[in-house]
């Protein structure tokens, strides 16, 4: 396995639609494995294909609490099948946006379908902290972010931010 570095925003791979897979092959495996490494070293509970810049309907997630046995998931080509009209609220962050965080409401139940790490074709019906995190990786799958959710004034003090730290880092790094 290996670490991916996670691409932060703004960055066009983080706007961009991700493909559907054709299959789940070795290669979408080794992608899978590669983004859990990435995922729980960082740490974060999911984590989509454009986060490491790979274009491609795949995700990763692991809402396990911490001293509770790792539950890892894999999923290629996810597709809510149905949502709730009941709504619930969860204060977000998001690996792409360090060090930031905004209460994001969406519906409080989903179902998805989804192709797992065998390439076997699961469904799931889900609520709470795991289904917040599949539709926040859905959305990434879409090119959309958190801070899409959030009014323009909020989005762009939060992005204005991250260029400054991208910046910052740019700097360091040299
Ligand atoms: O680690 C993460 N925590 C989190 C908290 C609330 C709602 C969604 C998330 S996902 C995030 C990791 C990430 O950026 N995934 O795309
Ligand atoms: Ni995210």
New binding site residues.
């Given amino acids: 396995m290996a670490k991916l570095p996670i691409v932060l925003a703004p960055d066009p791979v983080l706007k961009a639609k991700a493909k559907p897979v054709a299959a789940v092959d070795d290669s979408i495996r080794r992608l899978m494995d590669d983004m859990l490494e990435t995922?729980y070293a960082?740490?974060?509970?999911?984590?989509?294909a454009n986060?490491v810049g790979v274009l491609k309907r795949v995700l990763v997630l692991d809402v396990a609490r911490e001293g509770d046995a790792p539950t890892p998931m894999g999923m290629a080509n996810p597709e809510i099948v149905w949502a709730s009209d009941e709504l619930s609220v969860?204060?977000?962050?998001?690996?792409?946006l360090p060090e930031h965080y905004a209460d994001i409401t969406r519906p409080k139940e989903v179902r998805v379908r989804y192709l797992d790490r065998d390439g076997k074709k699961q469904e799931i019906e889900t609520d709470g902290?795991l289904a917040?995190?599949i539709q926040?990786?859905i959305d990434?799958l879409d090119g959309v972010l958190?801070v899409d959710h959030l009014s323009a004034l909020k989005r762009n003090m939060i992005l204005k931010k991250l260029v400054k730290l991208k910046k910052q880092r740019a700097e360091d790094g040299e």
Avoid: D, K, R, V
């Fill in positions: 995922m960082a740490p974060g509970i999911g984590l989509a986060q969860y204060n977000e962050g998001c690996l792409s902290l917040t995190c926040h990786e990434h958190f």
